[in-house]
């Protein structure tokens, strides 16, 4: 998964400047989802959808730098009792990585982890199993390096495994070798597009080394990004990271799994993040016995190309509450002050040691914020300040993909079905961010 990197980010969906040769390749023999979706504008709420296929808000990450709760189960968690080794490797985002941690990748379930709290570029500082180490190069190359060093002790195993590479890139600061810079001129973007072309050229290495390995055949190779770009120009709809409008949600997504899907093909029924999670336990027939209220679905009928349109709509919503920052490199260079002394606590303020007592109570009787409501080609936003009535508009996305042309007076039978079915699952999400279902 790409960090920030938007629908049109990519070569193969016509984007002018951008090389990024790879996963251009990897599109012309795989699955190409041409309408996939974040489950939030932002990094944190995403990464949880995908290790829970819930929508982000249940598991009480609200916005970026928010811990995800332990009582939810995670992808990891749910795959080891069938048999697979576990792995994390670059961006983790959902809780500190200190060991007191309850959600550090390690308590989520993942036997091997090397990870950051966030965004890290250039010769960062990485936290492997809970030790800090100083690393060199190139953000992307640093994490593949690690996860195909995991992928081989697994092959010489004959262990299944499960592997999320979470790229920090294409995410600010922009920092890029001069050589990728030089492809982009002067283009006020081009220290985003360069990262996006080594993260590119990082990526194709590990799917090489898959080939490689002789597991090419009977290996899931899923890519996408965890939010919508920063290039309006690119994003796929109007907006960009941050929004619920299509910019801000759409993004690139790529299947390659030559045992299942034998010849390419594009696809345009919606998906969404939280999709990966069932998809991926009804493929391994892993049932998870505590399973909470999951909003993705199984894709596996797509996989098969039997599904022809999507049979449940996806809720999106952008709960009013701040973002928590999380500087990695500050975090990293104080756990790694203090384990140089002996010690495991870097930053007191960042324990997460609560993650999962639920103190926090949101109101159940209003539902603030901005939702949408996915019913293709109908998408449906709902707004609402606090204290005031919301308001609507809708949106025929295939007549009108950058959401220009509100339809709410000409439909209103639609919009108020649509609506009572978006409000009747934010309260279903309200019960679950209010700690109902533990």
Known sequence: MADDQG????GYNDHPLLKTPNLDEMAKVSLRFDRFYAAAPVCSPTRASILTGRNPNRCGVVNHGHPMRPQDTTLAEALKPSGYTTGHFGKWHLGSLEKTSPVNPGNSGFDEWFS????????????????????????SDVVVDRAIDFI??????????????WF????????????????????????????????????????????????????????????????????????????LLEGGLRVPALLEWPARISSPRITDAPCVSSDIYPTLLEITKTSVSNQYPMDGISLVPLIDDTMTARPKPIGFW???????????????AAMMAAQTEGKEI??????????????????????????TWLDWPWKLHRRQQAGKVPTFALYNLKNDPYEK???????PERADSMRAKMENWQGSVLQSLNGRDY
């Open 7 to 10: 629908w049109g980010d990519v």
């Open 405 to 411: 042309n509100n339809l709410i007076h000409q439909m």
């Open 116 to 139: 950051a709290p966030n965004f890290f570029d250039m010769n960062p500082l990485m936290c492997s199993n809970g030790v800090v180490v100083q690393c060199h190069g190139d953000s």
């Open 318 to 332: 952008r709960y009013p509450s701040p973002g928590r920052a999380t500087w990695s490199d500050r975090l990293l």
């Open 168 to 243: 920090a890139a294409p995410h600010d600061p922009h920092e890029a070798s001069q050589e990728d810079l030089a492809l982009y001129g002067d283009d006020p973007f081009k220290g985003y597009f360069a990262e996006i072309t080594a993260m590119d050229r990082a990526f194709g290495r590990l799917r090489r080394e898959i080939c490689t390995l002789g597991i090419r055949d009977n290996t899931i190779l899923w890519y996408t990004s965890d939010n919508g770009g920063l290039d309006e120009r690119s994003t796929g709809g109007r907006g960009k990271k941050g929004l």
């Open 346 to 371: 870097g930053n007191p303020d960042w324990q997460d040691t609560d993650a999962g007592s639920v103190e926090k109570q949101y109101p159940e009787d209003s539902a603030p914020g901005h939702a």
């Open 152 to 165: 081989r002790e697994q092959v010489d195993a004959d262990q299944p495994f499960l592997a999320l590479v």
